[in-house]
Structures are given as C-alpha cells and as structure tokens.
C-alpha cells in the first residue's frame, strides 16, 4: 500500500490554511479532538440544508431521507470496527455516554456486592468514575491493573488480579495521557477465562488502528465521533447482541419504545430501545461520512505515518532538549508525546507556544490516576493526526526551545 499523500491530504482540511496570532496553525492537539476533512463538513451541511427531518416517525419524504441517512450512518459504523449487525451499534453522545450506558444498564442490572471490577492505571476519568460511581451504589470492589515505568501495562499482575469475583475488565484501547497501545486481544482472552465481561474504551483506538471488534472479541466497544475527524455530539457503543438484548433499557422517553400506556410500557429492539429521544441526527450522518473518510484514507496507512512521526518527534525533543522527560514509552505506542519539561510548568509552556501558533495540551489529560503514578500532576502533550508532517514537528521543537528559553 502507498503511503499517505499528507501534502494532498491536508488541502482536505480548511483549518489547516489558518493562521494563529499571525503564524501558520500547526495542529497538534489530535487527542483531544481532530479536525474535520471537507467530505465531513459538507455532508453535515448537506443534510441540513437538503434532509433536515426527524427520523424514525415520520411518514413524509424528508423523514424518510433522513431516516434513511441516519441508519446508513449506523451501517458505516458497523463496517469501521467489523461488527457482525448494525442492531449492535448503539448511537451515544460519544464514548462518556457509551461507558456510562453500559454502567448503568448492564452493571446495574447484572452485578452485586462484593463483585469486582477491573480497570487499568491508564485509563481515562471517563473509564473509572462510572465504575465508581456503580462501585459506591452496589458495594463492588473495583482493582487496578498497574502499569510499568514504561506506561506499559502489566500483563501478570493482570492475570494474578483475575479471578471469579471478577465480573467486568475494563480498558482503553489506546492510551490519551501515554499513547500505549494495550493488547486488547490478549487482555480480552484472559478475561474470558474467568467469564468476564470486557469493555474496550476505543476513543484512542479508531483514529489510529484498524479496529475489528470480532477478532478483539469484546463485549463492548465505545467510540467517539469527534476523535475520527466527525462531529463532537455523537459516539457509538458497539455490543454483543446477546447482551444487549438481556440489559434493560437505560433513558427512557421516545424512540425506545414499543407500546406505552399507563399500565405498561414495552421497547422497543435494537438499537432503538437505548436511543431515548432525538439524537444529533446531522452529526450522525457527518459521523458516518467520517469513518468512511477513514476507511478510504486507510486507518493502517495514517497509524503508520503517525508512528513515523512519534518517533521523528521523539528523537527531536531528546536530542535538543536533553532533560526533557517523557512520560509513556511503550514499545510501538499511538502518536501521543506526554512531556514534562525542568522548571518550566506545562500551562505556561501551552500559552507560550500558542503564541508561535503550536496548539498542544497541558494538564492531566482526564487522567490524573496515571500521572500521579509517574509522580507528577501535569504534562504538556503533542498528539498527532494523518494531516501533521515533519515540518510541523520541526517547528514545534523549535517553538519548545524559544519558550523555554523565555522561561529560564
Ligand atoms: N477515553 C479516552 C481514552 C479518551 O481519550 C477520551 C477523550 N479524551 C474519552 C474516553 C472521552 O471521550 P468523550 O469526551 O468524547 O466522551
């Protein structure tokens, strides 16, 4: 397969030509989320301007166009991460609501005291607070799967922590503070040992590794649309059939409905009884147009070019800045450079380099459980997407050396 064309790729995206405090946009805050090629705006425009309905109920031709694009959405996401029916993908407000549907219908629905969740080090806030929220209403027990000086995490203590208590393993697919990837696979076969369920928290996941959530084999996978160059507003949790079908529905309202009278009400299947009410109906349908548009750009090829660029970056930052110190080094990590820098605080190193018109991230990432492992409380982060290049990172080191010199 040809490498990305990155110089043809970043015309696809109109905020690329911007300029930030009179210097050229160098995006490299992918993580939080990513920009929009034009294929994604325009079909968000398109069905606002041409289809604009409510779905689902209405019998006039526009509710049936807009029916119809949505659920061809839901059929676009299905074909992204591989999943055997579209009746398993659940359309959420994106990978929070996802985690807190299957907490809320599942977990409470299926667990009791003294069952034990497990979740990693790693993971996102959005990935442990559910859990503990769930936790503190059931009497669970929730543990956490260490992860190593390198960010990566702990297989044997992870098997040693897995035993019949243990009802649910809950992980990241890839790492946002660290950019370790996790072997989902693996961590999903070891679950099944002891019949666990398993959640994959596949926000980092999507954008950068092809994702087939059969050969995975977890039960339950959540995504973001915002973070594989869609809209923010819209997220999928994909979920075996069969428990989806057993879990009882989370909101209630219209749309998840079968027959409603005051005496009782029936839902409706999948995967209308967990969509309660109107969703983001044009960034639903922008959402699907975005995992077409990565499914043609090839999740391989951009997975690739970021790790190229990752490993550029790195060797860039230490061979310039020798006491920089990087936090998450995992072998074959995703395009995310954690840093902390001596005597100078992250923020400061955020708000200097914007000025140059480099946008990166500071703090902790909605992961403070990890950076508090690598003893600190913040880190700047440069995340990378299909559309950064060389010349980006170059001017970033650069950028980095100028404001640490304005901090000395
Ligand atoms: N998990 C991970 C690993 C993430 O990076 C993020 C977003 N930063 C989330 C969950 C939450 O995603 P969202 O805010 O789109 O719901």
């Known amino acids: 397969e040809a490498p990305l064309n990155v110089a043809q790729l970043r015309q696809e995206f109109p905020i690329l030509s911007r300029e930030i405090n009179g210097r050229p946009l160098v995006y490299l805050d992918n993580a939080a989320t990513c920009q929009k090629p034009e294929v994604v705006l325009r079909a968000q425009d398109h069905f606002l301007r041409h289809s604009n309905a409510n779905i689902h109920r209405g019998l006039h031709t526009l509710s049936q166009e807009a029916t119809d694009a949505f659920e061809h959405a839901r059929r676009q996401l299905q ?9 398993e993908i659940i359309f959420t407000r994106g990978t929070t609501e996802a985690i807190n549907l299957v907490a809320q219908s599942w977990g409470r629905s299926q667990l009791q005291a003294g069952d034990e969740i497990l979740v990693s080090m790693m993971e996102h806030h959005a990935n442990i607070v559910p859990w503990q929220m769930l936790a503190e209403e059931k009497g669970l027990t929730l543990k956490v799967i260490p992860v190593d000086e390198q960010g990566v995490l702990d297989m044997a203590a992870y098997q040693a922590l897995l035993s019949d208590r243990t009802r649910l393993v809950a992980v990241a697919h890839v790492s946002n503070a660290l950019g370790t990837v996790n072997p989902v696979h693996e961590i999903t076969r070891l679950a099944k040992t002891v019949d666990a369920v398993v959640l994959i928290d596949g926000a980092q996941g999507v954008p950068h590794v092809a994702v087939d959530v059969q050969q995975i084999g977890a039960d339950f996978y959540a ?18 059939e069969a428990l989806l079908e057993a879990m009882p529905p989370w909101q209630g309202g219209g749309e998840m409905i079968d027959q409603v009278s005051f005496e009782k ?13 109107t969703p983001a109906i044009a960034e639903g349908v922008a959402m699907g147009r975005a995992a077409q548009w990565l499914m043609e750009t090839g999740v391989e090829r951009i997975g690739a070019w970021e790790h190229q660029l990752t490993r550029y970056a790195t060797d860039q930052l230490k061979s ?12 074959g990590k995703a395009g995310v450079i954690s840093f902390v820098l001596p005597h100078a605080h992250a923020q400061d ?23 508090h492992h690598f003893g600190v409380n913040a880190t700047a982060r440069a995340s990378f997407a299909a559309y950064n290049t060389k010349e980006e990172v170059d001017f970033f080191v650069e950028s980095l050396v100028k404001v640490r010199e304005m901090l000395a």
């Open 223 to 240: 995504l973001s649309g915002h973070k594989i160059y869609g809209p923010t507003g819209m997220g999928v949790l994909y979920g075996r």
């Open 320 to 331: 310039t800045l020798p006491d920089i110190r990087i936090i998450g080094e995992a072998p």
């Open 79 to 87: 074909q992204l991460i591989n999943a055997p029916s579209e009746r």
């Open 349 to 371: 190193i955020g708000l200097l380099i914007d000025q140059l018109g480099v946008a990166i991230r500071t703090g902790h990432h909605c992961a403070m459980p990890v950076l």
């Open 265 to 277: 009400t029936t839902y409706a299947g999948l995967p209308h009884k967990f969509e309660a009410g």
